[in-house]
């Protein structure tokens, strides 16, 4: 199995940026396709941005697209989440996710499809 750290977040005004980060540790051997989630106040859990083990395939939600940049550094056991021009409707707490069920070539949207999840960390815009 994998544990999952995510870091990063904090309290920043409308139109900021912050880079989120995410460290795997534990079956990091395993090449893995991984993902964003949020889950924004009084919301269920929605689809952020995910990416494969190569970093070849993206995926964004709508509301992120042109804004967010997923990426990740295997050497480093690392995915990165870039948020641009924060907006108050992206507050929320956001968790990294991983899974190894699933081709490592693929980038997948769909949380059912993750197992491993950590403890998120809260992303706060002001307006």
């Not at 009084?42 to 190569?54: D, H, L, N, Q, T």
């Not at 108050?88 to 069920?101: G, L, M």
């Amino acid at each position: 199995q994998v544990q999952l750290v995510e870091s990063g977040g904090g309290l920043v005004q409308a139109g900021g940026s912050l880079r989120l980060s995410c460290a795997a540790s534990g079956r990091t051997s395993s090449r893995y396709p991984m993902g964003w989630f949020r889950r924004c106040p009084g919301k269920e859990r929605e689809f952020v941005a995910a990416i494969s083990w190569s970093g070849g395939s993206t995926y964004y939600a709508d509301s992120v697209k042109g804004r967010f940049t997923i990426s990740r550094d295997n050497a480093k056991n690392t995915v990165y989440l870039q948020m641009n021009s924060l907006n108050p409707e992206d507050t929320a707490v956001y968790y990294c996710a991983a899974d190894f069920r699933f081709p490592a070539n693929t980038a997948r949207v769909s949380a059912s499809d993750y197992e491993y999840w950590g403890q998120g960390t809260q992303v706060t815009v002001s307006s």
